[in-house]
Nanobody, 120 residues
Framework: VQLQESGPGLVKPSQTLSLTCTVSGDSITTTYYFWSWIRQRPGKGLEWMGAISWSGAHYYSASLNGRISISRDTSKNQFTLQLTSVTPEDTAVYYC?????????????RGQGTQVTVSS
């Protein structure tokens, strides 16, 4: 499977960060797979943010305090991350990923990542 992140590389503070993951080589509805977003902030390790399952169930990290939403478009084989009220602390490389567990910061498969900078 191939995963490709896309979206703006620069977001202003207080705005909403929106990234899309386009998946090829498999369907996001394939049973027992979870499609997730992870990130790596400067100088820190990989951080699991949330996931959406093959059936559309959602799993979110409590550390994001309700700012995260993950949706999907099965017709386009894509899933999308939205992170609201961003601050410079949300500056990171963002990855979309696939695994057979919902919550993992080291998924078996992931995209190449996309840099997002939060700055005015």
């Amino acid at each position: 499977v191939q995963l490709q992140e896309s979206g703006p590389g620069l977001v202003k503070p207080s705005q909403t960060l929106s990234l899309t993951c386009t998946v090829s080589g498999d369907s996001i509805t394939t049973t027992y797979y979870f499609w997730s977003w992870i990130r790596q902030r400067p100088g820190k390790g990989l951080e699991w943010m949330g996931a959406i399952s093959w059936s559309g169930a959602h799993y979110y990290s409590a550390s994001l305090n309700g700012r995260i939403s993950i949706s999907r478009d099965t017709s386009k084989n894509q899933f999308t991350l939205q992170l609201t009220s961003v601050t410079p602390e949300d500056t990171a490389v963002y990855y979309c990923a696939r695994d057979r567990v919902a919550q993992t910061s080291t998924p078996v498969e992931r995209g190449q990542g996309t840099q997002v900078t939060v700055s005015s």
